[in-house]
């Protein structure tokens, strides 16, 4: 009892210098450079940054895609399964801190030597059973903090894996809408192809009966004819590039490759609002920032983590239970033992061993500090990119569209002067053939337009992907660890 007694002044006195001791940095965030404004001036717009923006192309089937995306995509289902298992090791690493209790029993039959050292009494039958029963305690005390900075560090890779699932979610939702848009603005590509392969397959039936006429020359019918194929040979090869961007979504909706549903055309979606922000609140919102910090935070628990071992390790355990050769008496207070045990174990010399850890270890923290101020970099620089280049190709389909406007009056004209025989087909050709060119480039850019405000709403993360994510069947606030 004496025994007993000590033992729990002991571990009680032994948890409150838990608390006051861990080896080891505590974590500081780094101090970065971060720029005052962004290139582009735009107002801040924090509240459109944290909504579902790509409602606001104002298109029910891309709507239903991203839903559909975030319902049944594989790599957001990995992500899920990713964080569920860094929850797992969070909790087998703390619970290396805590009291474990274990349980063991035994029955055997047994035969003891007559003639072993020493012998076997004539009296006692060699033939026995033995019944054991048995309950143990042991508990290794955190004295210097080395699991508690373990669980630091398997708190952080959670947090870092819940970083990254947000980072999934935020690819898959903008990668679904830009592949979107990409499918619409080839549809209207599409769309152009076939309305001048038809428009020049028209011409080229009236100089064919011109020709018969002898109304217009070889020469002529011949530059028809080329234009003529010169529209249907981008048909197939626009149809080739829709049948791809098709399968790519149809992964991303984890489906096999199918045909997607159409909603609005290019030219009928709804531009959404460009969000613009301080640039300091990327480094709050930003998944791939925050997973960035949360390895950061790992590896400075991980130096604490090394650097306990070069101090002891302090140990209890305990046990009780019963052993009899007869069951009847198993339980019997003779049969009874127990123990109660402290010990403390610590390096004398380990030829660099631990020295060798901590010095890995304050390497890895180096590399994880300097790949969180290059990912802010990497974030600032996307951010302004996708800002200039969404003001940028604004600007430029504006400047396309008065072309196409030019070049059709062009045409249009040039082929009234044909008519009346005061140029010749080549000129005509020349005008429609740039008209054709522009206007598909057109379709390109009016798609272009939209992908670069996607690619500001990725850039600048927000809360959109928590909206996006509790769409997902398992959503980061049901995995949350505790």
Request: glycine share 6%; net charge negative.
């Amino acid at each position: 009892m004496r025994t007993l007694t000590l033992a729990a002044i002991l571990a009680c006195a032994t948890v409150c210098l838990v608390g006051c001791m861990a080896v080891g940095p505590d974590y500081s965030r780094p101090t970065v450079e971060v720029p005052a404004t962004w290139r582009i001036e735009m107002p801040e717009a924090e509240e459109v940054v944290n909504t579902a923006w790509w409602e606001q192309f104002d298109d029910p089937v891309l709507n239903d895609l991203v839903l559909t995306a975030l319902r049944e995509n594989l790599d957001v289902r990995i992500a899920a399964a990713r964080v569920d298992q860094f929850i797992g090791l969070l909790r087998a690493t703390r619970s290396q801190g805590l009291p474990q209790i274990n349980y063991g029993a035994n029955v055997s039959r047994n035969r003891a030597s007559e003639v072993g050292m020493p012998p076997l009494p004539p009296t006692l039958d060699p033939v026995f059973n033995l019944y054991q029963g048995m309950l143990s305690a042991s508990w290794q005390i955190d004295l210097f903090g080395r699991v508690r900075r373990l669980t630091e560090a398997a708190q952080a890779q959670v947090y870092a894996s819940e970083q990254a699932q947000r980072g999934v979610v935020l690819s898959l939702v903008t990668g679904v809408a830009t592949s979107y848009i990409t499918l619409r603005g080839l549809d209207r590509q599409l769309e152009v192809a076939r309305a001048t392969a038809r428009n020049f397959g028209e011409t080229l039936r009236i100089f064919e009966l011109r020709y018969r006429d002898g109304l217009v020359s070889q020469t002529e019918l011949a530059q028809v004819r080329s234009q003529y194929k010169l529209a249907q040979s981008a048909i197939p090869a626009i149809e080739q590039q829709i049948a791809i961007v098709e399968n790519g979504i149809s992964i991303l909706l984890g489906h096999n490759p199918e045909s997607i549903p159409r909603g609005k055309s290019v030219r009928e979606l709804d531009l959404p609002v460009i969000p613009a922000d301080l640039p300091s609140t990327l480094l709050e919102r930003r998944p791939d920032i925050l997973q960035a910090e949360q390895n950061l935070v790992a590896a400075n628990a991980n130096v604490g983590a090394t650097r306990a071992l070069y101090y002891p390790t302090i140990s209890l355990t305990g046990a009780l239970g019963s052993v009899s050769t007869a069951f009847g008496d198993f339980l019997s207070g003779p049969a009874q033992l127990w123990s109660v045990a402290a010990g403390v174990t610590g390096p004398i010399f380990t030829s660099g061993a631990i020295g060798g850890q901590v010095q890995s270890a304050e390497a890895q923290k180096r590399q994880a500090e300097l790949i969180y101020r290059q990912t802010i970099l990497g974030a600032f620089s996307d951010t302004d990119n996708a800002l200039v280049s969404s003001q940028k190709t604004i600007e430029q389909t504006d400047f396309q569209q008065q072309r196409v406007d030019a070049l059709r009056e062009f045409a249009r004209l040039s082929r009234l002067k044909f008519e009346d025989g005061l140029i010749g087909y080549l000129d005509v050709l020349v005008s429609e053939n740039d008209l054709f060119a522009a206007e598909l480039s057109l379709a390109s850019l009016q798609a272009s337009r939209y992908i670069q405000v996607i690619s500001v709403y990725q850039a600048m993360g927000g809360g959109w992907v928590d909206i996006a994510d509790s769409h997902t069947p398992v959503s980061l606030g049901a995995t949350k660890a505790k």
